[in-house]
């Protein structure tokens, strides 16, 4: 099991900066690929950026240059960097993890409210 724990959510005007931290776990070493999923009311969950085991980051269009995920090993925690925030990042954010414990399972947190304002 993998257990992610989300935090560092809250207000922040249009053009400030925020990070949200994920807390990993349990099993850690049963993890392939982390990211960032968000989450707006009346919307679908939606990727925001990825780290895959080998290092590599991808983000989507709409948060590229401005957010970056980055993984601290040794501390065992997932972070995501949000520079230039926009009132449409004001979503519900999800850190997601897939892992392989006799099979692959995904896990995620509860989620951290970002709230950007105009």
């Known amino acids: 099991q993998v257990q992610l724990v989300e935090s560092g959510g809250g207000l922040v005007q249009a053009g400030g900066s925020l990070s949200v931290s994920c807390a990993v776990s349990g099993n850690i070493f049963s993890i392939n690929n982390m990211g960032w999923y968000r989450q707006a009311p009346g919307t679908q969950r939606e990727l925001v950026a990825a780290l895959t085991s080998a290092g590599r980051t991808d983000y989507a269009d709409f948060v590229k240059g401005r957010f970056t995920i980055s993984r601290d090993n040794a501390n065992n925690t997932l972070h995501l960097q949000m520079n230039s925030l926009k009132p449409e990042d004001t979503a519900v954010y999800y850190c997601?993890?897939?892992?392989?414990?006799?099979?692959?399972?995904?896990?995620w947190g509860q989620g951290t409210l970002v709230t950007v304002s105009s």
């Open positions: 997601h993890a897939d892992y392989y414990s006799g099979y692959w399972q995904d896990a």
